[in-house]
């Protein structure tokens, strides 16, 4: 029991609340990273914290472009770990992807304990945590401008869910694919990625394995199409109209 009534309006939010306060207890969330997920939760209340049609059109054509990568790399930082640990490490073996720690505010320590998280919860091999193997993109200016030799550095596609802006870009600027979570739609890491899903990473996770799966047994042709079909910049614009069709909805006082 999480001590959460299954009646309260926000009770799904609160659990994921829990989840992040409980990774923040266990070291491997950082206090700026609790400050990053409420305005994750801000965004999530104006989508109405529900997968959108845009979110599943971008979780396929996501899941198209791990399938056609390859050498696909998943990015984890602290608050991913802590919400969907579990959900990492399937991704990973779904879609023959490596996981690689990679953290903006870095420490050994919590390195390591984010790495032994996903251990626990059942992944191999856990990049980005071996100084032997760690090199760095001139572009970043931050400490997460250490990466993985073996991970996101020879990687063509990288999946970056709560990301933050300069990284993304410079991802880009690298001739990475980039995929990014992010429940805004106007933060510069959706605008810079391929292909951005604006959905909480804890609904979004389960329906990319799935899809990953599904597409896993299309012929490449088909994978091909549907990645060539998504347009990123409309359905961004498409996911703000929503949100701002929901607002207006509120302010006309037909929502509750
Ligand atoms: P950017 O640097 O890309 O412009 P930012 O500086 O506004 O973005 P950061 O703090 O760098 O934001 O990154 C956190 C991002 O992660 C925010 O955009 C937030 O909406 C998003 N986010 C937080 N929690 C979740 C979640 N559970 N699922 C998906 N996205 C989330
Ligand atoms: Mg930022």
Redesign the pocket.
């Known amino acids: 029991m999480d001590g959460i009534s299954p009646r309260h309006p926000r009770a799904e939010s609160l659990r994921?609340r829990k989840r992040i306060a409980d990774g923040f207890d266990r070291g491997l969330v950082v206090a700026?990273g609790l400050?990053?997920?409420g305005?994750?939760?801000a965004?999530?209340y104006l989508l109405g914290e529900r997968t959108t049609r845009e979110a599943k059109r971008a979780i396929r054509a996501a899941a198209a472009a791990l399938v056609l990568a390859e050498k696909p790399v998943i990015s984890v930082n602290g608050?991913t770990a802590a919400?969907v640990p579990e959900g990492l490490v399937e991704l990973a073996r779904v879609a023959g992807a490596k996981l690689e720690v990679n953290l903006f505010h870095g420490s050994r320590e919590r390195e390591m304990a984010i790495a032994r998280w996903l251990h626990r919860h059942g992944a191999g091999e856990v990049l980005g945590v071996d100084p032997k193997f760690s090199t760095r993109i001139r572009e970043i200016h931050s400490h997460r401008r250490k990466v993985d030799k073996r991970g996101i550095a020879a990687a063509d596609v990288v999946l970056v869910?709560?990301?933050?802006?300069?990284r993304?870009e410079a991802l880009k600027r690298l001739g990475k694919r980039v995929i990014a979570?992010?429940?805004?739609p106007m933060?510069?890491?959706?605008r810079a990625a391929d292909i951005t899903i604006v959905?909480?990473?804890?609904r979004?996770m389960p329906l990319l394995i799935a899809a990953v799966r599904s597409l896993s047994r299309l012929p490449q042709k088909r994978v091909e199409k549907i990645f060539g079909d998504f347009d990123n910049s409309s359905n961004l614009r498409s996911t703000l109209r929503l949100m701002l069709a929901r607002l207006r909805r509120l302010a006309a006082g037909s929502l509750r």
């Open positions: 994921i700026e400050a990053a997920h305005r994750g939760e965004f999530d608050n919400l869910p709560l990301e933050d802006g300069d993304t979570v992010d429940l805004n933060s510069r890491t959706a959905d909480n990473i804890v979004a």
